[in-house]
């Protein structure tokens, strides 16, 4: 049995986050686990309280997992504060965890704070070079970097700053770019460039499709898939899981989690 923690926030809606991870997990047969950083109450229309976990109760939920059960793989999403950034890097360090997908939660899609202004500094020097893969959003990219994205070549100047900063693999995310009627995703390796293409899907209900797509890179690395292989499921993952979309709550909808295995029927 292979297993996955995901380190991140819960959201109470259920469709990003802690709940998002886990369903993905699930979905890919791979054995989830969860160190919470922060608890969310959010639904579809919005973040409407958030409570930040002590860092104590998070480092022990590290502790009891990683000295117990083992982990392939893991993620991290919501870490929110500079203190949380700064023990989740040290336990990562500790336990010498080298497939770590970091999602660099910032902002929610109805525009709510998920970490601090002033914690991006300690991604950049302690959350990034801990990192195998890391997946920003456009604006994220853009916020870690200081480059202006609007093309491809940007997109990679992008890249290669994060890969100065100690990430092993990048890859941006194309879901802002509203102006394309094609949703790319770009992966860097530090050396060769790949695109992952899908059309884009005309539907509010994208809520946690980010939290979604990096658990199920985290999975295909917990079962020894390479980078590609891995970004190439998630992502045929995700476009299922918006395709497919479960009308859920009156804003942003969660993602259906069950269209992938469903349509594909098969184990990866
Ligand atoms: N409308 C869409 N149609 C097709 N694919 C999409 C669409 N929106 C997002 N995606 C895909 O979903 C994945 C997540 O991308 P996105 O840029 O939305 O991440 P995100 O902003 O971090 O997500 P979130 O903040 O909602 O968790 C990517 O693979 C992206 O291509
Ligand atoms: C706990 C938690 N983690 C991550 C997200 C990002 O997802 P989105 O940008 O779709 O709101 C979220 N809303 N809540």
């Not at 604006?139 to 970097?145: F, G, I, K, M, Q």
């Not at 209900?205 to 970004?231: P, Q």
Request: aromatic share 6%; proline share 3%; hydrophobic share 40%.
């Amino acid at each position: 049995m292979f297993t996955s923690l995901t380190i991140a926030g819960s959201d109470s809606g259920g469709g990003a986050g802690i709940q998002a991870d886990l369903k993905t997990f699930q979905e890919l047969d791979v054995f989830g686990m969860t160190a919470i950083t922060a608890v969310t109450a959010q639904n579809t229309l919005g973040v409407q309280g958030v409570q930040p976990i002590p860092k104590e109760i998070i480092a022990s939920q590290i502790d009891s997992v990683a000295q117990d059960l083992g982990v392939d793989a893991l993620k991290t999403g919501m870490l929110f504060s500079s203190e949380i950034i700064k023990t989740v890097a040290e336990k990562i360090r500790l336990y010498g965890w080298e497939k770590v997908v970091v999602d660099p939660v910032m902002i929610a899609k109805g525009g709510a704070p998920l970490l601090q202004q002033e914690a991006i500094t300690a991604v950049k020097e302690l959350l990034l070079p801990c990192a195998y893969i890391v997946t920003p959003n456009i604006p994220e990219a853009e916020d870690l970097t200081g480059v202006t994205i609007h093309t491809e070549e940007d997109k990679i100047a992008a890249a290669k700053e994060l890969i100065r900063l100690g990430v092993k693999n990048v890859i941006i995310k194309g879901g802002h770019g509203h102006e394309s009627n094609e949703s790319v995703d770009l992966l860097f390796d530090g050396k060769d460039t790949y695109t992952f293409t899908s059309k884009r899907i005309p539907t509010k209900n994208t809520h946690g499709t980010g939290c979604t797509f990096s658990a199920a890179i985290t999975a295909g690395l917990a079962k020894g898939l390479s980078v590609y292989e891995s970004v190439k499921i998630a992502k045929s993952f995700i476009t299922a899981a918006i395709e497919e979309d479960l009308k859920l709550g009156s804003g942003h909808g969660p993602t259906n989690h069950w269209a992938f295995k469903r349509r594909t029927g098969v184990k990866i």
